[in-house]
């Protein structure tokens, strides 16, 4: 079993950045397997934002947030991060880490079988 922690979220002016991490512990992150952040704001559904494919680190980003949002990873730390720049209201969401033993449809939620608890980002405007 993998439990993650995600932390790092909170309220931020637009245009303002935070990062995210998500903390592995129980096991390592699968060689074989991927690791994604989702997010989710109030009545909408889940939206995939970046996923890494763990072995050979292909990165795949949501186009809401590409060439704002940076996927990275120590695995020293078994810990991946989430760095996001030039924030709008339109990323106020709670933020979800999940991972995947082995590979599968990098965007969609019901690929991945642990989840972390989510960290709330708040951009005001």
């Known amino acids: 079993q993998v439990q993650l922690v995600e932390s790092g979220g909170g309220l931020v002016q637009a245009g303002g950045s935070l990062r995210l991490s998500c903390a592995a512990s129980?096991?390592?992150?699968?060689?074989?397997?991927?690791v994604g952040w989702f997010r989710q704001a109030p009545g909408k559904e889940r939206e995939f934002v970046v996923g890494i494919y763990w072995s050979g680190g292909n990165t795949y980003y949501g186009d809401s947030v590409k060439g704002r949002f940076t996927i990275s990873r120590d695995n020293a730390k078994n810990t991946v991060y989430l760095q996001m720049e030039s924030l709008t209201p339109e990323d106020t969401a709670v933020y979800y880490c999940?991972?995947?033993?082995?590979?599968?449809?990098?965007?969609?939620?019901?690929?991945?079988?642990?989840w972390g608890q989510g960290t709330q980002v708040t951009v005001s405007s």
């Open positions: 129980g096991r390592t992150f699968n060689k074989y397997g991927m």
């Open positions: 999940a991972t995947a033993s082995r590979i599968a449809i990098i965007r969609a939620p019901n690929s991945y079988n642990y």
